[in-house]
């Protein structure tokens, strides 16, 4: 038997890759003890060849030097598999007027290669626009998500060729006005198949890099009304779009820096969270008939806080979409984030001090996710606005606020910042949400805790192994790419959605899982989050449980769908009204 | 020439009996706006107040009454705009300007968050002018306390300490209160604000001798670290109302 030995050597080889994997990702994993010292993510981020950073716009103007302490801004994120690839991508903006714009291509073993230049969308940044954000959008329904670029400038849209590389449409979408967009999300807001589009603008539409007035500061620094606020751009279904805001009721002019869309009161249409620095944050409900009505008093109240984030989720499992929005909150300003609890009759009611979610420091991005697929969704939290030298700038702004009569509008009067600290080097948070009661903090344990000014974070399963890793952008600095290493045998099962009536990337759609008398809801989101946009995926932590009683899925066409008993621990992709009944996991192309 | 020392005591007598009727009026108004507070009819109390405030700005208890009045009512922007209008009739009133900052005070829990800022700033201005017109324990204490309620970043608790010690020298020379146990907890918290934990500790231990019951003393010496900080911030949350009612003043004195 000569060929013994060497089956011998296999044998062993097998049971030896087995073992390994059964460490890294499997159900025998380690004791519990072990498990709570456990890091869960790992820094890989150049390793997997992110090698960019960030440069904020350094202004040349008469208000330039005071400029610098308000515009740390534009570093941004937004994940798409713009391939088709089954991987998903990464988009990547910088702002300084010689910098570009990253699109890095995921490679399919967690490395990325900057294809920006040869896609042609790398050109973000010139003289008079700087980038700030970025969305993923398929507005031709084409199946290739576009690009939105959004700018203190002109916005760019690329229209997505499929085949690697991208066409700017900007002029011929009717999408070409000066805006100082800071971020975009799309759905489509009456159901009519096609994404429609929402910009939230920071300043005023006046030219900040050469502004001819001194007056485009926040009049207020609580309920300022002379931001950029938000503009609603109707799909048109031919590659253009049309400004509808003003019959839209979409009416505000904050210092809008963020958008969340989700389905607050689950009647098909999706509502409206709009969060503004320097004032009252908006919720607008949907009234079907492509038009929003203004509820924030009734559903919210009239907040004078600092509104940097809105992501909606359902943390607490009872069907019903709560928001989180980040504020300000330090020693000298103690305003607290809010985590707007859904009371199911259009009004919320902020539980933040109660579930431990309202200290963030200076708050930037919020996202809602499931780390640990234990089937409550956590949060991370980033944070930080300037890390400069020692000396701080809070008693310089508090000498300019406590001045009598001081016009807040005017630049001239707000001091400049140099080097100076405000809110800096603050400790990013990773919530763990304990059974939809309270969360607890635990990014220092996986090393989530990184000072740097943060900004934007998006979540996306890069490696397609069902643990939702993270990207996050800094202002001024590298960016970090967290790769999930979670070793315990936690389930999960994810979802690619496809709309054939609804909008191909079907965004709005919700997916209800029933698991004995516990119904999970996660959605596809349109873009929701400060500065990011993750993946629109639909992914379920399931913990121990192997199998699911009921999948549902309603499109945002009205059509409900109930799906078959599928295996769990696997991707499957679902399109809209096919009635196939053999459902397969889904595995990428390459 | 007879005539004039006649005069003068007609004009003494006159306006003591102005004095009088005036301080005879307060009171009057005072008793029917406690009866109007106890129906809850807050628009006639404020009114009432607000005449027995006027008729005697040194009535520390009047003031006070009114302001807590005024809490309940939520209409703080009233209560500011009277003791602005009191303050320009009595520049001199080291209570007019005392419960004018403690006006300031009582609208910091419902305003935005730098409007915070600016309520704090005014009411440390009145503070300031109620203890360069007259040194008080009041004055001293309170003064103190608004000083502590700065963030680090301004170094202001150096000078609410300063206060506050002042406040204890006051309070030592004198018979004690009740109240005085708040000068050596805030005594105590300043010099834990200026990292001095050795001197807190002192200051709480102090107290506690004086005030063996008291559980803030208490809790302070027993507590340390993150335990410690989060007791202590929490007396100076700017969301959560301060107790501005003066009537430990009255009620625990002979004055």
């Known amino acids: 038997m000569p060929g013994q030995p060497f089956r011998s050597v296999l044998i062993l080889f097998i049971v030896l890759l087995v073992l390994e994997s059964g460490i890294a990702y499997g159900a025998a994993g380690p004791g519990p003890e072990d498990r709570q010292n456990q890091r869960w993510f790992e820094d890989v981020t150049h390793k997997a060849g992110i090698l960019s950073r960030h440069h904020t716009r350094r202004f040349n103007n008469p208000y330039a030097e005071i400029m610098q302490g308000y515009t740390k801004l534009g570093a941004a994120v937004a994940v798409a598999d713009f391939d088709r690839d089954g991987f998903e991508d990464i988009f990547v903006t910088d702002s300084c007027a010689t910098c570009k714009n990253h699109l890095y291509h995921n490679n399919g073993d967690f490395t990325f290669t900057d294809v920006a230049e040869k896609a042609g969308v790398a050109n973000g940044n010139d003289e008079e626009n700087a980038s700030s954000g970025a969305l993923w959008f398929d507005f031709n329904n084409d199946g290739f998500p576009d690009l939105l670029v959004v700018r203190f400038g002109h916005p760019i849209l690329y229209l997505n060729l499929g085949n690697g590389k991208f066409r700017d449409v900007t002029k011929a979408s009717g999408l070409d006005r000066y805006m100082n967009a800071i971020k975009a999300i799309a759905f489509d807001y009456d159901n009519d198949g096609y994404v429609d589009l929402f910009i939230g603008s920071y300043f005023q539409p006046i030219n900040i890099f050469h502004p001819g007035t001194p007056r485009f500061f926040p009049e207020s620094f609580e309920t300022a009304k002379n931001g950029g606020g938000v503009t609603v751009f109707h799909n048109n279904k031919d590659g253009t779009f049309t400004d509808v805001t003003e019959i839209s009721g979409i009416h505000t002019t904050g210092w809008t820096l963020d958008l969340g869309h989700g389905d607050a009161n689950n009647d098909g249409f999706e509502d409206l969270y709009v969060a503004n620095d320097f004032g009252t944050d908006r919720f607008y409900v949907n ?3 492509g038009t ?29 979409l709560d928001i989180y929005v980040t504020n300000i909150t330090d020693d000298y300003m103690r305003e607290g984030n809010f985590l707007w609890h859904n009371n199911g009759n259009l009004t919320f009611t902020d539980i933040s001090r109660e579930t431990g979610t309202d200290d963030t420091g200076w708050g930037w991005a919020g996202k809602f996710f499931d780390y640990d697929n234990d089937g409550w969704l956590d949060l991370y939290v980033v944070n930080g606005w ?4 020692k000396e701080s700038y809070v008693p310089d702004i508090f000498e300019m606020v406590t001045r009598p009569g001081v016009d807040f509008a005017d630049a001239r009067n707000w001091p400049p910042i140099g080097n100076k600290s405000l809110s800096g080097y ?25 000072t740097k000014d943060g900004r934007g974070i998006a979540v996306a399963d890069f490696d397609n192994d069902g643990r939702l890793d993270l990207f996050v952008t800094n202002a001024d600095d590298e960016p970090f790419l967290y790769r999930n290493i979670l070793p315990t045998g936690a389930h999960w099962i994810g979802f690619l959605l496809e709309g054939s009536k609804s909008n191909s990337a079907a965004v709005g759609a919700q997916i209800r899982l029933k698991i004995g008398k516990q119904t999970y809801l996660r959605y596809v989101n349109g873009g929701n989050g400060f500065a990011s946009q993750s993946t629109n995926r639909v992914h379920f932590g399931l913990g121990k449980n192997t199998r699911i009683d009921a999948i549902e899925v309603r499109w945002p066409s009205g059509m409900k769908q109930n799906l078959p008993v599928l295996p769990v621990d696997h991707w499957y992709k679902l399109v809209e009204a096919d009635t196939t009944t053999n459902i397969q996991p889904w595995e990428p192309k390459r | 020439m007879n005539r004039k020392p006649y005069s003068h005591f007609l004009v003494v007598l006159f306006l003591m009996g102005v004095l009088f009727s005036a301080v005879r009026a307060s009171d009057s108004d005072y008793q029917e706006a406690v009866k109007a507070l106890g129906a809850k009819d807050y628009a006639t109390a404020l009114r009432y107040l607000e005449s027995a405030v006027g008729g005697d700005p040194d009535n520390v208890r009047y003031a006070s009454d009114y302001r807590q009045a005024v809490i309940r009512s939520k209409d703080f922007d009233r209560s500011l705009q009277f003791f602005e209008k009191l303050v320009s009739a009595h520049p001199d009133s080291a209570n007019v300007h005392l419960n004018f900052g403690f006006a300031y005070v009582d609208k910091i829990p419902v305003a935005g968050s730098i409007t915070q800022v600016i309520l704090a700033n005014n009411a440390l201005k009145e503070f300031t002018k109620a203890v360069e017109l007259k040194e008080s324990w009041i004055a001293y204490y309170t003064r103190g306390m608004s000083y502590l309620f700065w963030p680090k970043v301004f170094g ?14 006051i309070q030592k020379s004198g018979p004690r209160r009740p109240y005085h146990v708040k000068t050596y907890i805030g005594l105590g918290d300043g010099y834990w604000k200026m990292d001095d934990s050795e001197k807190a500790r002192s200051i709480w231990q102090e107290g506690l001798k004086e005030f063996p019951d008291n559980a803030n003393l208490k809790a302070r010496l027993t507590q340390q670290g993150d335990q410690l900080k989060a007791t202590i911030e929490a007396g100076f949350d700017p969301s959560k109302r301060v107790d501005t009612d003066l009537r430990d003043l009255w009620a625990n004195s002979n004055n």
């Open chain 1, 386 to 389: 300037v890390s400069g030298g």
């Open chain 1, 426 to 450: 603050q400790k990013k948070r990773l919530f763990h949400n304990e059974n939809g009661h309270i969360f607890k903090d635990e990014a220092a344990r996986h090393g989530l805790d990184s």
């Open chain 1, 292 to 320: 929003f009505t203004d509820k924030t008093e009734s559903a919210i109240g009239f907040d004078t806080k600092k509104g940097m984030n809105v992501d909606w989720g359902d943390f607490d499992n009872d069907g019903l």
């Open chain 1, 287 to 289: 009234n079907g008939n």
């Open chain 2, 156 to 169: 202001r608790a150096a000078f609410g300490v300063a206060d506050l010690k002042k406040a204890m020298e």
